[in-house]
C-alpha cells in the first residue's frame, strides 16, 4: 500500500511559545504597513491562510485551546467558570508528562494574585483563569501565570524555561479596543467604519517586535 508522507518533518519541540493577539482580519494585518515587523514574520517564515476564529467575543476561541472545546460558553468568562476538576485539559496533560508550562501576562505585577484584574493586568488576557482547576489553586495560579518581564528572565536557561509558553499582551497591545477615552474611544468608534480596521495595529506590531525577538535572542531558542 502507498504510505503517506508525515504531514511535517519537524521533530519533537522542547519548546512552544504562543501568543494570542485580537480583533484583527487578515485584511487588517497582511501587506499593512503599520504592522512591519508582523509582516516580516509572515514573509520570512509562512502564514496560514486558511485560519477562522470559531465565535465572539474573544474568550471562547481560547478554551478550546486548553480545554479541546467551548463547553458551550457564548461570553467572556473569565474566572473558574469552567468546571475542570475531573476532565484533562492541556495545561494538565503537560503535568502528567512531567513537562512544565506558564503563562506571561503584561500588566501583572509580581506578587500579585493573577486571578484578580488590577491596573492594566486583565484577568481574561489568558484563558487559564476559567478553569476551576487552576482558579481554585491559588499557589499554583502564582506560579504558573506571571509578569510578562519574568519571561526573559525563564529564558535564560533550560533549567528555567518552561516546555510551553503562552504570553499575552494587555488591552493596550493587543487589538483589543479603545485603551484611552475619550479619545482612544472616539478612535475606536471611526475604526469601524473605516475600510480597513487599522486602529491598534501598530500597537500589535510593537508588542511582536519586542517580545518575538526576546525569545528568539534567548539561550533557550
Not at 40 to 55: E, V
Not at 117 to 144: M, R
Request: proline share 9%.
Amino acid at each position: 500500500p502507498t504510505v503517506s508522507p508525515p504531514v511535517s518533518t519537524v521533530g519533537e519541540l522542547d519548546h512552544v511559545f504562543m501568543v494570542m493577539m485580537e480583533n484583527k482580519g487578515y485584511d487588517d494585518i497582511v501587506g499593512s504597513p503599520n504592522a512591519p515587523f508582523l509582516n516580516s514574520l509572515i514573509n520570512a517564515y509562512g502564514l496560514a491562510d486558511n485560519y477562522y476564529g470559531l465565535t465572539h467575543p474573544s474568550l471562547p476561541n481560547y478554551y478550546p485551546i486548553v480545554g479541546g472545546t467551548d463547553y458551550g460558553i457564548t461570553y467572556n468568562c473569565k474566572t473558574a467558570c469552567i468546571d475542570s476538576s475531573s476532565i484533562p485539559t492541556l495545561v494538565s496533560n503537560i503535568d502528567d508528562a512531567g513537562k512544565t508550562w506558564r503563562s506571561y501576562a503584561q500588566g501583572l505585577e509580581a506578587g500579585a494574585n493573577p486571578l484578580v484584574s488590577s491596573g492594566e493586568y486583565a484577568v481574561d488576557e489568558t484563558p487559564f483563569p476559567a478553569f476551576s482547576s487552576i482558579a481554585t489553586d491559588l499557589d499554583y495560579a502564582k506560579t504558573h501565570i506571571v509578569p510578562l518581564e519574568q519571561m526573559a528572565i525563564d529564558l535564560q536557561s533550560t533549567a528555567t524555561a518552561p516546555n510551553y509558553a503562552w504570553f499575552a499582551a494587555d488591552e493596550n497591545f493587543a487589538g483589543e479596543g479603545p485603551t484611552t477615552f475619550p479619545v482612544g474611544l472616539l478612535k475606536f468608534a471611526l475604526n469601524q467604519i473605516a475600510p480597513k480596521h487599522q486602529y491598534n495595529v501598530p500597537a500589535i506590531d510593537e508588542f511582536l517586535s519586542v517580545m518575538v525577538p526576546t525569545i528568539m535572542s534567548s539561550a533557550v531558542w
